[in-house]
């Protein structure tokens, strides 16, 4: 099984070439982010015409996850237990802001994750982003204490760099969120709960990345940041054979801002 992650910054406006590619890399589950439309509003025909089915769960212009799938989908789940809200009002849920999305594909249990940006250090969208992740952390980790031999994938943009070598300066990110010690911390901690980071033995750094920002020529000076990742359990990080970021696909008009990423499942 071929499965790839991509922050596709718009369906609506990408649809044609994220179909494109699925068709050319011969994916068989696409855990999408940023789709950034409404549940009505998502162009679910041109997968349909490929063999996907999709579950999406979005409500504006803004977040938006899907799972694109011709291996199945199952068990659907819209936010993840003691999934926190940016909303201070108790009685709205999690899933309003569209950043988890779970299901179950060809046996492996898949989540789309848009972890929150966090704005800036200060922000409380920063503080926010840490509870985020620490509740992710607890609920992963609950996962595997159920059942050790679960294979779980949790992909997606983590808005995120773990280490140095994941950012083309450390001094251009001094001051910026991404890089503090604290999300680091909170990024380990989920790789402590269990989940490895499968892409990276197959794509070492420095200077490997999944994201450039469309302004002052970053993606041509290699100016980016590595914020995508696939993390998975140990039963489907031993299934793993190969795994990729698709720089080429960051190429060319009209390209999202972010590279898929991809890993191969041995059956």
């Known amino acids: 099984m071929r499965l790839a992650t991509w922050n596709v910054n718009s369906i609506r406006a990408r649809v044609d070439r994220v179909t494109d590619w699925l068709e050319r890399a011969d994916v068989d589950v696409l855990a999408m982010q940023e789709t950034k439309c409404s549940d009505e509003q998502f162009p679910t025909m041109p997968f349909a015409a490929l ?3 999709v579950v999406h769960c979005g409500f504006n212009q803004w977040n938006g996850v899907a799972i ?4 199945g989908i199952d068990d659907v789940a819209v936010g993840f237990d003691g999934q ?5 009002d ?3 849920e999690a899933a309003a ?4 999305l779970g299901a179950t594909c060809g046996g492996v249990r898949v989540w789309s994750l848009y972890v929150p940006n966090g704005r800036t250090v200060d922000s409380p969208h920063y503080a926010y982003k840490l509870e985020w992740l620490a509740a992710l952390r607890d609920t992963a980790g609950r996962w595997l204490a159920d059942d050790p031999a679960a294979p779980i994938a949790m992909v997606g943009d983590w808005n995120i760099a773990p280490t140095d070598d994941d950012v083309w300066s450390v001094e251009a990110y001094q001051d910026s969120t991404h890089v503090t010690p604290p999300e680091r911390d909170a990024f380990a901690a989920v790789v402590d709960a269990g989940y490895a980071d499968v892409v990276r033995p197959f794509a070492p750094g420095p200077g490997v990345f999944t994201y450039w920002d469309y302004t002052r020529l970053a993606f041509q000076k290699r100016r980016g940041m590595r914020i995508d ?3 998975g359990s140990p039963a489907f990080t031993d299934r793993v054979t190969h795994a990729e970021i698709v720089r080429e696909e960051r190429k060319g008009k009209g390209a999202s801002d972010h590279a898929p990423v991809l890993a191969d499942l041995a059956d």
Not at 68 to 71: D, F, G, I, P
Not at 97 to 100: F, K, L, Q, S, V
């Open 97 to 100: 802001e569209a950043r988890a």
């Open 51 to 53: 063999g996907y089915d």
């Open 68 to 71: 694109a799938s011709r291996v």
């Open 229 to 231: 990742f696939i993390l």
């Open 84 to 88: 926190p809200t940016w909303s201070s």
């Open 90 to 92: 108790d009685a709205v």
